[in-house]
């Protein structure tokens, strides 16, 4: 009597060992590993070439070979759900004055002609390795990762944060180098005057204040946004009873948004006649813009039409973007969109704005979400 071994379900391997390198500890996996997660995966013995045809079908698609019989996930996937293919010369939507482009921004702002944007306002990855699609297939199936998932009470699922605390003095390295290249390529495309404003948070915010000063900025200080957030205030990781009285780190109830501006040509005054750049909108004839902004988290009617873990709130977002063009003329630029939510903002205070998008799903989540953000209705506003 011969035993049948049972089908594989299509893509059934495939999805196994895509999970096992998902959940590798460094990342990489060696075929051994593999094999042996996938049989437990599956609750079966799967022989080894199956395994092997599977890896040799899709690599380098979806795998890549580290190092011999070591493989990991790519980092990018090459193709979209959509099937949209990135492009940094042809935007993926428009919608109003706001157009959006799935694409690298780095590589975005080396193709964009030099002083050409007026202002930028951005929210950017921070761990570096949050947003790559390793640590997003992890978050996007429950798993956490980098990402803490707070837990939820009140029968209310909080959103993930990215775990900053546990980042590597080489992951610092990164942070800098990076905010430092992509500082010049800001600095370049920007106008003279031109402002550019990031969100940042208490504990990195030196690195990058720093590594924009290396690129040539001018530091114009800080937005503070006032809001009740999720990070510090915890007791000692297990000794909660013992420690009852103390906090980790102080429970963080603002937000840095660290301000610069690209050096002047000239006074104020000719900059703004030759550039409109180099001041910030005032909110009234009586009121200049300040640099403490109370806000709430972002509201549950955003969340719903904008799922993306770092949304920002456009209450907060209107304000900010409204500031940044002193003249009310120009273009915003938001060089890591998420769901869109900056160019919702400048679309809802009349703004001709870009953002940019390198994850194919935040890309798409941006084009359908642009419209419906930019026409929520604030109580008391008076931003236009
Ligand atoms: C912190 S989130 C911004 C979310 C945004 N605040 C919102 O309200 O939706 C940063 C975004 O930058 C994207 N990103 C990371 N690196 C990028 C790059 N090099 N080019 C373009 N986008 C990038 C990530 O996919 C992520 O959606």
Request: hydrophobic letters at 35%; one cysteine or more.
């Amino acid at each position: 009597m011969t035993l049948e071994m049972p089908k594989a379900r299509p893509g059934e391997i495939r999805d196994a060992v895509m999970r096992a390198l998902v959940d590798a500890e460094e990342n990489t996996l060696s075929l051994r590993e593999i094999i042996s997660s996938v049989d437990d995966a599956l609750g079966r013995r799967v022989s080894e070439s199956s395994i092997r045809s599977c890896l040799n079908l899709h690599t380098p698609e979806v795998f890549e070979r580290v190092e011999r019989g070591r493989y990991q996930l790519v980092l990018t996937p090459p193709i979209d759900p959509a099937g949209s293919q990135p492009s940094t010369e042809k935007p993926l939507a428009t919608v109003g004055k706001a157009r959006l482009f799935y694409a690298d921004s780095l590589e975005w702002l080396d193709q964009r002609a030099e002083s050409s944007i007026h202002g930028i306002i951005t929210d950017p990855p921070y761990g570096l390795v949050e947003y790559t699609s390793r640590e997003q297939t992890k978050l996007r199936s429950g798993k956490g990762g980098v990402w803490r998932i707070p837990p939820s009470f009140d029968g209310h699922q909080r959103s993930p944060l990215p775990r900053f605390t546990t980042l590597t003095t080489a992951e610092i390295d990164n942070l800098e180098r990076f905010f430092r290249s992509f500082g010049e390529k800001a600095l370049r495309v920007l106008t003279p005057g031109g402002h550019i404003m990031l969100a940042c948070n208490p504990l990195l915010s030196h690195y990058v204040s720093r590594a924009l000063d290396l690129a040539g900025f001018e530091r114009r200080g800080e937005v503070i946004r006032l809001v009740q957030t999720m990070r510090g205030g915890d007791r000692p990781k297990n000794a909660h009873e013992e420690f009852a009285d103390v906090s980790v780190m102080p429970r963080s109830m603002w937000e840095p948004w660290l301000l610069f501006r690209k050096p002047l040509e000239g006074t104020v005054a000719q900059n703004l006649r030759t550039w409109k750049t180099g001041g910030l909108r005032r909110i009234s004839e009586d009121q200049p813009f300040g640099d403490v902004i109370r806000s709430g988290p972002t509201r549950s009617t955003e969340r719903k039409i904008a799922p993306h873990p770092s949304l920002k709130p456009q209450a907060f977002l209107r304000q900010v973007v409204r500031a940044i063009l002193p003249l009310g003329e120009g273009i915003v630029l938001d060089p890591f969109a998420g769901s869109g939510s900056t160019l919702a903002a400048a679309q809802a205070v009349g703004y001709e704005s870009i953002g940019v998008e390198r994850d194919a799903e935040y890309a798409a989540l941006a084009a359908d979400s642009i419209k419906p953000l930019s026409e929520i209705q604030l109580s008391g506003e008076s931003s236009k």
